[in-house]
């Protein structure tokens, strides 16, 4: 009995240790104002003066600053938006790969599946910073471009909001694909045929039977996009211009140039909560698939 | 008033509503189909039975149009159907696996087809419940396939494959994933089935007893070639060939030198210290010419007396007995070391069994009991 309960105690204890005291701590510093000091806010919590001299400190005022200045609430739809559109195109160009994948002969399925996760071998930050020497006015894209002859002017590519879907959808594609390839290497070969036998041409047969077949793949493959894109900083800070506005670059400018850990924090909470629906959601799609496979 | 007999195989006048004509299937060096040619008439349930890897699901795989011929041409109705693709034949197909959609209920599973067609709702809804009522499934028609048995699920793969009246049903081994006893009743509902409808039948199987079942035909295959085609009682009766007797329930295969001594009738050197076989065969031997003796156990009587006037006659030692409730098949040692079969029906019950092992017994068969056979 207690063996068990150690057990299953090993991952709450975990998740209380790097999930649960952090956000706590984040939260409070949500709650608190900002001061010239080290660290930048107050109060400190202090023995002497006892918890409730210390709780009578904190308030709401960050969040409600939230809503008054709109740089934050149209950094949240403006991210919101680049999520979305960023899945989609990811789901567009991830869909065929996998289904490419999916058909191809038993003994290329490994080395097609290595080659989809081998850029996770190199540093994120180092891709990120090749797609700017790609991307650049003098890059590599605009110097082919160029020399085919197909332009005669470089294209701005980099910090616009082009480059940032390019960074996302390239960095997000082996999330996309890994359980959309999944789904179809499961499916059946002959419900295809059945389906063909039944009167559907080759198109009408993927709309009616692979499609919906490999539906939990795409809404699972959807959401491991979404969710970190939401939050992504690395990639519109690099990638992006000025006008791109994404919160997790607001978030970052917050913390490190206004040095405004208060509110910095309450961005960070605001974030968490509307990251929460669609990781249930999430969490309700993969509960579905499993019942449906028993 | 006496039905006609159903036999357009033997009508000269009928055309077949498949006509495979020197049909081979090539895949890369592998020979699946052999040059075959045969004809499949209307209303007939044929069953294509063979081992595995004798080409018998390629056979149906081109009749779908999942599968092109290399040389040769299928006709369906007196049309080629090379050009035609799958959703565009007048056959459909019952999947070994069933393959049902898992995402779709029952009824959208059999309205499936007829939605392609364009067929109008109320039509659909009436088709769809004609085929529900037809394999008992009124009741299960909102759920989903994993929600159903396996016997349902192969009464709603059916149902989906009648639903769009074709003129061909494939079955691949329909009844393969059901146990024995469910497949037995199952085999009767297909054959009801079959007569109500009138639709034409065609079945891959592995299982001799099955085809022996439903079949109005079975054409027994090997290596891509039709071995024989004839009516189950002619194959069990009269097989053409060592091969088809052997595939076909239990069988003696007696290795012998034919002397003819009289009209259709021969003598059969077999073993030696053995006397002659008295055989009747309509088929012609020359003198000299080896041949083999089929001849079924439950055609072989087991006696404890020597018999007298039998045809032939044989003495030996029983080896095994294989007990199988209803019959028993005892396995009989002869001198000369070869054994033979003998079935017979248990009519007493099994602590008054006359034979027990090591003892001495007579075997006998008629002339006629066994079937001559060149190869």
């Known amino acids: ?276 629906i669609p990781i249930v959601l999430f969490q309700r799609n993969q509960q579905k698939q499993q019942e449906a496979e028993q | 008033m006496t039905s006609p007999v159903f036999e357009p195989w033997n009508d000269p006048e009928a055309k077949p509503l498949i006509q495979f004509q020197n049909v081979t299937k090539r895949f890369g060096d592998f020979t699946a189909i052999d040059d075959l040619t045969i004809g499949i008439y209307e209303k007939e349930f044929f069953a294509l039975l063979g081992p595995s890897g004798c080409g018998k699901t390629t056979m149906m795989r081109m009749l779908a149009g999942f599968e092109t011929p290399t040389e040769g041409s299928i006709y369906l109705a007196g049309q080629d159907m090379a050009p035609v693709p799958p959703n565009k034949r007048a056959t459909n197909m019952m999947f070994q696996s069933y393959a049902l959609f898992p995402h779709l209920s029952i009824w959208e599973n059999i309205a499936f087809g007829l939605k392609r067609e364009g067929m109008a709702k109320p039509e659909i809804s009436d088709r769809v419940n004609e085929m529900l009522r037809l394999t008992r499934l009124e009741k299960f028609a909102s759920r989903k396939p994993h929600q159903i048995s396996g016997g349902q699920r192969q009464r709603v793969a059916l149902a989906r494959s009648l639903a769009k009246k074709p003129k061909l049903l494939l079955l691949d081994e329909p009844l393969g994933a059901l146990d024995k006893k469910l497949r037995q009743d199952t085999q009767f509902e297909l054959m009801d089935i079959q007569e109500k409808t009138g639709t034409t039948f065609v079945i891959v199987t592995h299982d001799q007893e099955e085809a022996m079942t439903v079949a109005s035909r079975v054409a027994v295959m090997d290596n891509g070639r039709i071995i024989q085609v004839a009516t189950p009682d002619r194959i069990y009766e009269t097989p053409n060939s060592v091969y088809v007797a052997d595939f076909i329930g239990e069988v003696n295969i007696i290795d012998g030198i034919a002397t003819p001594n009289g009209e259709e009738s021969y003598s059969v050197a077999w073993k030696d210290g053995q006397a002659p076989l008295n055989v009747k065969s309509p088929s012609t031997f020359s003198d000299g010419q080896s041949c083999h003796l089929a001849i079924r156990p439950e055609k072989v009587t087991i006696n404890a007396e020597k018999p007298t006037g039998a045809d032939n006659v044989v003495e030996g030692k029983i080896l095994d007995i294989a007990y199988l409730g209803n019959l028993s098949t005892y396995h009989v040692e002869l001198p000369s070391g070869a054994v033979i079969k003998a079935q017979s029906a248990n009519t007493r019950r099994i602590s008054r069994r006359a034979f027990t092992w090591e003892d001495t017994v007579w075997l006998s068969w008629t002339a006629t009991a066994g079937v001559l056979l060149a190869e």
């Not at chain 1, 649960?20 to 001061?35: G, N, Q, R, T, Y």
Request: charged share 15%; proline share 5%; hydrophobic share 55%.
């Open chain 1, 1 to 276: 009995m207690m063996r068990r309960f150690t057990l299953i105690a090993i991952p709450y204890l975990w998740l209380l240790a790097l999930f649960l005291v952090p956000f706590v701590i984040v939260f409070k510093i949500s709650l608190s104002d900002v001061a010239l000091a080290r660290p930048p806010y107050t109060p400190h919590f202090d023995w002497a003066a006892g918890i409730w001299a210390f709780l009578s400190e904190l308030d709401f005022e960050n969040f409600v600053w939230l809503t008054q200045d709109d740089l934050y609430w149209k950094a949240y739809l403006s991210s919101l938006k680049i999520a979305v559109i960023s899945t989609l195109l990811t789901l567009l160009v991830g869909y065929p790969m996998a289904y490419a994948m999916a058909r191809a002969p038993q003994e290329w399925r490994a080395t097609l599946m290595m080659l989809v996760i081998l850029p996770f071998w190199t540093s994120f930050l180092i891709r990120v910073y090749a797609w700017m020497g790609i991307l650049s006015n003098e890059g590599f894209l605009n110097q082919f471009l160029l020399w085919t002859g197909i332009i005669s002017e470089p294209l701005t590519i980099l910090n616009t909001n082009t480059a940032v879907y390019i960074g996302i959808v390239y960095t997000y594609l082996p999330f996309m694909i890994l359980p959309i390839y999944a789904a179809l290497e499961r499916l059946d070969e002959s419900l295809i045929e059945a389906a063909e036998d039944l009167g559907c041409s080759r198109l009408s047969a993927f709309w009616l039977v692979t499609i919906p077949l490999s539906k939990t793949g795409i809404i699972a493959g959807c959401f491991l996009v979404f969710i970190p894109v939401l939050g992504e900083f690395v990639i519109p800070s690099l990638l992006g211009g000025s006008d791109t506005l994404m919160i997790g670059k607001v978030l970052w400018e917050e913390f490190f140039s206004n040095r405004d850990w208060p509110v910095a924090s309450a961005v960070a909470v605001v974030l968490l909560l509307l990251l929460i």
